[in-house]
């Protein structure tokens, strides 16, 4: 079984500072999917970043980017220039392929970011 | 994109009875999709896996005779709480994944449904 740690339960920022979310997962696979997801107070989860572990590039999407550490089993959370709609709670999640689809989602225990005006 | 609708948004119910949470992929078929629950403040939790034409695949610690799931379409899964106690309270939550490991395997979450057992 596989288990994701996120070790900050809340960080608060400025406005248009960066902030980093730190991720860090066990598992014995390979061959695997890391992702992030936000979920504002609407409670829709929202896909922010995707990583697939062979992937060794780091993915990036516009503000959002990652640090993908394969060896040290870590998958932190980049946030550039915050904007207050960035507020929401954020989930590191861990996936394993499964035949043609996928197994669920093991996600971390979130981190409330709060960005200040 | 792919969209992923639930009904209800939330429901009320009384101890003892049951109740039926519907979980639809609008734009796509879907041969599996999932449910999760989240405690108030909490992370979400595994519940169950759902294949299409098949038996659902159960988490550990999970009832599977108070949480009925039936996959009976390619669109359509539905989670059934039955003889609802007030400790079932929560906020469930389904997704789903397009077929084939398209979009990286990328799954679709419904918008919720809160569930409040008196």
């Known amino acids: 079984?596989?288990?994701?740690?996120?070790?900050?339960?809340?960080?608060?920022?400025?406005?248009?500072?960066?902030?980093t979310l730190s991720c860090t997962y066990d598992t014995s696979e390979n061959n695997y999917y890391l992702f992030w997801y936000?979920?504002?107070?609407?409670?829709?989860?929202?896909?922010v970043i995707r990583q697939e572990a062979y992937k060794q590039q780091n993915a990036t999407e516009n503000r959002f980017s990652v640090n993908f550490q394969k060896a040290a089993k870590s998958f932190s959370l980049k946030i550039s220039d915050s904007q207050l709609g960035d507020t929401a709670m954020y989930f590191c999640a861990f996936m394993k392929p499964s035949g043609g689809g996928a197994d669920g989602l093991t996600f971390g225990k979130g981190t409330h970011l709060i960005i200040q005006p | 994109g792919a969209v992923v609708s639930q009904h209800p948004s939330r429901v009320i119910c009384k101890s003892g009875t049951s109740v039926k949470i519907e979980c639809r992929s609008l734009d796509f078929q879907a041969t599996t999709m999932f449910w999760y629950r989240q405690f108030p403040k909490k992370s979400l939790m595994l519940m169950a896996t759902s294949n299409e034409g098949s038996k659902a695949t159960y988490e550990q610690g999970?009832?599977?005779?108070?949480?009925?799931?039936?996959h009976a379409s390619l669109t359509l899964s539905t989670l059934t709480v039955t003889s609802a106690h007030p400790e079932d309270s929560s906020f469930y939550i389904c997704s789903a994944i397009?077929?084939?490991?398209?979009?990286?395997?990328?799954q679709f979450f419904g918008p919720g449904t809160r569930l409040t057992v008196l």
């Open chain 2, 98 to 106: 397009i077929p084939g490991g398209r979009a990286g395997n990328e």
């Open chain 1, 38 to 47: 936000k979920q504002p107070p609407s409670r829709q989860m929202i896909l």
């Open chain 1, 1 to 19: 079984a596989q288990t994701v740690t996120q070790s900050q339960p809340e960080m608060s920022v400025q406005e248009a500072e960066t902030v």
């Open chain 2, 62 to 70: 999970v009832e599977k005779d108070k949480f009925l799931i039936n």
